[in-house]
């Protein structure tokens, strides 16, 4: 039966187990967290040589898997296989794990992590799973759900975070939810009890200007302000390590569509929910939109795929640097 992460873990603190879990889906860092939350607190450390196994697909077969799960725990309550890369197990063998599901072992647990794909639901193997065990299928995070995401993710550690300081993160560090993760952990040792994530501490923590960075960039093309755009596009220019062009560009086509999509919204109540923004920054769309029409920001975004072709080495001639392209593509778009 599919479940949410939550209620999981929340079953495995109260000893609930089940014969078999299958942990898949296209978000990686739900697996992470759950296979990691099986490996270090199911079984006390002082057992887990006798009564945890943990293996590789590649490296074992489902028959292998399947006698260490009907080994008898010494110490435990239950005995432990933990099998990652479970996709690299070969297809054909997950049907004797339908079989073995019939009459699975009283005191075995199998964990499988199997990543990037999905098992096929029409197979024995996945409909015993699903009859027998647990399928907890990941949850796809979209791009405009990462600043909503690393939100709720630092509220669920007992701190809050600034609006702009999440577009920050999200800005420069992608859809990458375990960077993310990461990123942060750095970050709470540092609070105080419920204290605030700042743009200032993720600028001397992690390295990300609270002042020069896309969203500054972004919030300053829709102003039009010449000044600030190339403050920071000279910003970028002399730390293009940190900013570079393949990095900024998605994230300008990013924006303009989203202005765009502010055009045309009947309702412009709704605009943070389809934007994904925070409520505090409609009015920075509603500015933009106000001094981008349509047809101005469907020839931005004509400018920005003749930069990405030049940057990539096409229809660049004298071999311009990636900052004088990004002065070059701001000055077509604010004037």
Do not use: A, F, M
């Given at each position: 039966m599919a479940t949410t992460e939550k209620q999981l873990i929340e079953d495995l603190k109260a000893g609930k187990f089940k014969p078999t879990y299958l942990?898949?889906?296209e978000e990686n860092y739900y697996i992470d967290v759950v296979s990691d939350y099986f490996e270090n607190k199911v079984i006390d450390e002082s057992m887990r040589d006798f009564d945890q196994t943990v293996v590789y697909g590649r490296d074992t077969n489902m028959?292998?898997?399947i006698s260490e799960a009907k080994r008898f725990p010494m110490m435990s309550p239950i005995h432990l296989v933990i099998v990652k890369e479970a996709q690299d197990l070969e297809?054909?063998?997950?049907?004797?794990?339908a079989t073995y599901l019939e009459h699975p072992a009283e005191r075995g647990v199998i964990v499988f992590c199997y990543r990037h794909?999905?098992?096929?639901?029409r197979t024995a193997a996945y409909k015993a799973i699903d009859k027998?065990?647990?399928v907890y299928e990941t949850p796809k995070v979209w791009d405009n759900q990462i600043p909503g995401w690393i939100a709720k993710e630092v509220s669920s550690k007992g701190f809050t975070i600034s609006d702009k300081a999440t577009v920050m993160l999200s800005e420069y560090l992608g859809a990458d939810l375990s960077k993310i993760a990461n990123e942060l952990s750095k970050l709470y040792p540092l609070l105080p009890e419920h204290g605030a994530i700042t743009e200032q501490l993720i600028e001397d923590q992690i390295g990300i200007s609270k002042d020069y960075n896309v969203f500054e960039l972004q919030k300053a093309i829709g102003r039009r302000d010449p000044v600030m755009c190339n403050r920071i596009i000279n910003y970028f220019a002399a730390n293009s390590k940190k900013n570079p062009i393949q990095q900024?560009?998605?994230?300008l086509y990013s924006y303009f569509l989203k202005v765009m999509f502010f055009h045309q919204l009947e309702n412009k109540s709704d605009a943070a929910k389809v934007l994904g923004c925070a409520p505090s920054f409609v009015s920075d769309y509603a500015v933009a939109a106000g001094n981008y029409p349509l047809g101005k920001l469907a020839t931005c975004i004509g400018y920005l795929y003749e930069t990405d072709l030049r940057s990539k080495g096409v229809r660049n001639s004298g071999n311009?640097?990636?900052?004088?392209?990004?002065?070059?593509?701001i000055f077509?778009?604010?004037h």
């Open positions: 942990l898949t889906g028959l292998n898997i297809t054909r063998q997950w049907e004797s794990l794909k999905k098992l096929d639901k027998k065990g647990c900024v560009l998605p994230l311009i640097t990636d900052g004088e392209l990004l002065k070059e593509l077509k778009v604010i």
